[in-house]
């Protein structure tokens, strides 16, 4: 297998510029793609700074993608300075709770998508 990362997530939305607004804005991810498709959609992927993975933000009208919450986690060295940003960005974030593989919450999209904030403990550090 030559196999070397997960490109992209792809997360139905109901509006492009909301959601893309939301994972710039106020989670301090980069605007990757931002394009009109064939269909007459939208193709917008979003990733946080200098990740090889992103999250393309899918226009359920178009592509058919069934609607309906995903999960996906990700990581963070601070969890406590990164739970701050949001509530101050005006995100509704679960109070942290320690796991033995870290600390970790969750909060959601403006489309119900739900996101996991992990700060790994040494068990929980998945290398990249």
């Known amino acids: 297998m030559t196999i070397t990362h997960v490109q992209f997530l792809t997360l139905p939305v109901a509006d492009h510029a909301r959601a893309r607004d939301f994972y710039v804005g106020k989670l301090g991810f980069e605007a990757l793609v931002d394009r009109r ?17 992103g999250v393309v933000l899918t226009d359920q009208r178009v592509t058919g993608v069934e609607p309906g919450p995903r999960h996906f986690q990700l990581q963070t060295s601070d969890l406590d300075t990164d739970v701050a940003a949001l509530r101050a960005a005006g995100v509704e974030v ?16 403006l489309d119900g998508h739900v996101l996991g904030l992990l700060e790994p403990s040494d068990f929980g550090n998945v290398p990249s």
């Not at 269909?39 to 992927?45: K, L």
């Open 94 to 109: 679960a109070d942290p709770e320690t796991r033995p593989w870290g600390r970790a919450t969750s909060f959601e999209d």
């Open 37 to 53: 498709t064939p269909e007459g959609g939208h193709f917008v992927m979003v990733a946080p700074k200098g990740a090889q993975t």
